[in-house]
């Protein structure tokens, strides 16, 4: 909880030295010709229509980008799709890093064109896991922290997907390579760690670890990423994260402790449940080596113990 608090005060890169995109133009009653090779995924065509001159200040509606992003699901309208969505957008989106390098060398500006959400030509890369486009992007200065309306980034955004693949492990890897060391510790970086285990992705959560992303973020609700990995039985994930720093947190999760989650796992016969349980074991020593341990130091008084910590913290935080 603390860390969460204490996050807040990060500094940020100045991302603003770029050029400010300028807002798109009105929608068109007939797609243009470029519009319509995007959808078509006609890059040539793309390229040909850019230098004969198309206009860089197209909009496009949500129609047109849905259908490019999620091309398997239907989706029905009341009145018309959401315009505004600029031609970045629709290039990232439609993975056409040729055409995004071409509109880079004639209007770089608009490359940090957002969508009518606060979304990024970043942040819809990441999400549909184009490789190429992410690194053209980031290599153009976009912010891989850059949020949106809904509070989400271009990292978040891969985060919580639920694909757990080579591309999706090497856009992260890239994303948290442009992030300055010194935002590591700021809400959307270091709440990633636990995203990562909890979505269950080895990969991901060992990039963010191995770049230097601490592991300590403690959820509102109490729950860490080590936790999550000892509830998960992820023998794995909890040894990368103790071999990190992991701490173990006092506070219960749903009225059980972590050791008590690796206890319940390991009366389960749960696989890897023995050496979870040992390596808890280990930790919880520590902590009564430090004098953390609960009033008696009986193992019975230790949930109690961090339950009544916590109303203490919740009482102060109303």
Not at 151 to 166: D, F, H, I
Request: proline share 7%; with cysteine; hydrophobic share 45%.
């Amino acid at each position: 909880m603390a860390a969460c608090l204490l996050a807040l005060g990060a500094a940020a890169p100045a991302y603003a030295d770029f050029p400010t995109a300028a807002p798109c133009g009105a929608m068109p009653e007939a797609l243009s010709p470029l519009v319509r090779a995007a959808l078509a995924g006609e890059e040539d065509r793309v390229l040909q229509r850019i230098d004969a001159g198309a206009d860089f200040l197209e909009c496009v509606s949500e129609r047109e980008v849905m259908q490019l992003a999620e091309p398997r699901k239907r989706i029905s309208y009341v009145g018309k799709p959401e315009p505004g969505y600029p031609l970045a957008v629709l290039l990232a989106v439609a993975d056409m890093p040729s055409a995004l390098a071409d509109l880079t060398q004639r209007q770089p500006a608009q490359l940090h064109a957002l969508d009518p959400h606060g979304n990024s030509a970043l942040a819809w890369a990441a999400r549909l896991l184009h490789v190429e486009v992410v690194k053209l992007l980031l290599g153009q200065g976009l912010d891989p922290l850059q949020t949106s309306d809904e509070k989400q980034t271009p990292l978040s955004l891969v985060l919580k997907g639920r694909e757990k693949s080579k591309q999706k492990t090497e856009i992260v890897a890239a994303l948290i390579g442009a992030v300055p060391r010194e935002r590591f510790t700021s809400i959307g970086v270091v709440d990633q760690v636990w995203v990562a285990v909890f979505m269950g992705d080895f990969n991901a959560m060992q990039v963010l670890l191995e770049a230097g992303v601490p592991p300590h973020y403690v959820a509102i609700q109490g729950r860490t990423a080590l936790l999550s990995a000892v509830e998960a039985g992820n023998l794995a994930a909890v040894r990368l994260l103790l071999a990190h720093g992991a701490r173990v947190s006092r506070y219960p999760y749903r009225g059980k402790t972590i050791f008590e989650y690796a206890e319940d796992n390991f009366k389960d016969a749960r696989p890897d449940a023995a050496e979870i349980q040992r390596l808890m074991a280990i930790e919880r020593e520590k902590l009564v080596r430090l004098g953390h341990n609960p009033p008696g130091g009986a193992p019975q008084d230790w949930n109690s113990s961090g339950a009544m910590d916590n109303l203490r913290l919740l009482r102060m935080l109303k």
